[in-house]
Structure formats: structure tokens, C-alpha cells
């Protein structure tokens, strides 16, 4: 399907608002994550005809030029460490790769009421916490970290796979929470290894045909000027300002991901 379909199809102010859509999901993802939050639902809503693998390999197309901007822009002002970079990024690419496999054959909505908890206990955690991420807070040997980022990697890695919203926002947490990292490096952190399970997962969208390209590179294109944005308010600002949105993308996962769950009963 081309754009000028789509546009006959739906017309001209529905592509512009999945455009709007896409700037501030790539401006929200480069800051902390959680971009998926936005994009997702919106094409989920546009197009609720269209098979679901189709609308999560098109998005992914998006998100990874986005990110990939974020994360180049990251790492001309923060210092990675390679050998725990490369761990976290390999046991993401294999898991998210498993996790693409199986998005057919998951129900999503049974794992909703499981992560509205999550979210929950991580927002009170956060709002609580009211210096976590204000700077490094562990001094763990690079042997836990590679395996604490791992573990990290395997769990959240085969989420982005086979569902995805909301990614960013968990590798930031598990960044900062269990291997100590202040904000800004989380972040930096998440915007690479989100690269990696986005690639590992458009290897089984792409072979298996699950995109629409036009509407990938427009949607692409609005994200990579989001996301170039968004990285360098977080790098001028730092963590305060990291906190705080992170705080917002949780409490808006949270309002989502709650009236999912409810609507079954409703």
C-alpha cells in the first residue's frame, strides 16, 4: 500500500495527526522511553482492520530510525562501557528476535493486568525514590553487571519483541534500579540496546512481509526529528529532567494499560 492510498483511504488530517503522533513519540522515546506509548495505540486506532504484525513490523521500521538518531547522539557525550554494551545488546537481540516469533500466537491482553501491576509498584518506587538516577548510586563489578544487565536484556528484550510499548521506559528502570546508573546514562544505555531488539525484530516483520513502507518512512521521518529533539533537551537538562518524564510516560502507561483492563469488564 502506497501513501497516496492511504491518503484516498483515510484522508490527508488522519496522515497528519500519525505524523504528529510520530514526532512526539520519538521526541518522548529519546528521552526515556516509552515512545511505543504513543505510536502504537495511534496506528492500533487508525487502522484497526489491518493485522497486527503488519502495524508492529511498520512501527518498528519507525522507531529504529528514531532511536538510532537518539543513540548516535548519546554516545558523542556519554562513555559506554562496550564489553557490558555488547552483553546487554546480545541477549536482547536473541530474545526480542524469539519474541517476534511468537507474536501471533500470544494473546497480549492476558499480560495487561500483570503489567499495569508492574507499572504501578514502578511509578510509586520512582515518586518515592526522590534521588534515584540523580547520579550513580552502585559500585558493581563489571561481572555482575554483565550478568544483572543480561537478565535485563533477556527479560525486556523478548517483550519488545512480541509487544513492545513502553521498552524504553523498562531498560531505563532495570538500568537505573539494578546496575545504578544516574538517568541520563541509563537512557544512553536504553537508546542502544533498543536499537538492537528493533533490528532483531524487523528481521521476522521484513521476511515475513509485516510492513507498509510508505507509511514507515513517514512515520520515520517525524520520529527521527522528535527523537533529535528530545536527545538533546535530556543531554542540556539532565536527570531532573529525565525523572520527570519518566514519571509522566509511566503514569500515562499506567492510565492505558488500566483502561484495557477494566474495559474487558466494563
Known amino acids: 500500500m502506497q501513501l497516496s492510498d492511504l491518503i484516498n483511504s483515510y484522508g490527508i488530517l488522519t496522515i497528519i ?11 518522548i522515546d529519546a528521552v526515556v522511553g516509552g515512545g511505543g506509548l504513543i505510536q502504537t495505540p495511534f496506528l492500533l486506532i487508525t487502522f484497526p482492520k489491518m493485522p497486527l504484525p503488519v502495524l508492529f513490523g511498520t512501527n ?13 547522539r548519546y554516545a558523542k557525550k556519554i562513555t559506554f562501557d562496550f564489553k557490558l554494551l555488547f552483553v546487554i545488546a546480545a541477549s536482547c537481540f536473541v530474545s526480542s528476535f524469539l519474541g517476534a516469533q511468537i507474536v501471533n500466537q500470544i494473546d ?3 499480560l495487561k493486568p500483570l503489567i499495569l501491576v508492574i507499572l504501578i509498584v514502578i511509578a510509586i518506587y520512582t515518586f518515592l525514590k526522590k534521588d534515584l538516577g540523580s547520579a550513580e548510586t552502585k559500585e558493581l563489578p563489571l561481572s555482575k553487571q554483565m550478568v544483572y544487565g543480561s537478565c535485563i536484556g533477556l527479560i525486556v528484550g523478548f517483550y519488545d519483541g512480541f509487544f513492545g510499548p513502553g521498552t524504553g521506559s523498562f531498560f531505563v528502570l532495570g538500568f537505573v534500579v539494578i546496575l545504578g546508573f544516574e538517568f541520563v546514562k541509563a537512557s544512553a544505555y536504553a537508546k542502544v540496546v533498543n536499537c538492537i531488539t528493533n533490528i532483531s525484530a524487523l528481521i521476522v516483520f521484513i521476511r515475513q ?12 521521518a517525524f520520529n527521527i526529528i ?4 528530545g ?17 509522566v510516560i509511566v503514569s500515562l502507561m499506567i492510565l492505558k494499560y488500566g483502561y484495557d ?3 474487558v469488564y466494563i
Open 226 to 229: 522528535g527523537s533529535y529533539i
Open 17 to 27: 495527526l500519525l505524523s504528529i503522533s510520530a514526532f512526539i513519540a520519538g521526541f
Open 108 to 110: 497480549t491482553a492476558l
Open 261 to 263: 483492563v477494566l474495559s
Open 231 to 247: 536527545s538533546s533537551l535530556a543531554l542540556k537538562k539532565g536527570n531532573g529532567f529525565v525523572r520527570v518524564i519518566f514519571l
Open 209 to 220: 512481509g509485516n510492513y507498509i513502507l510508505d507509511l514507515a518512512i513517514l512515520l520515520a
Open 60 to 72: 518498528k521500521i519507525a522507531a529504529l530510525a528514531g532511536t538510532s538518531i537518539a543513540a548516535f
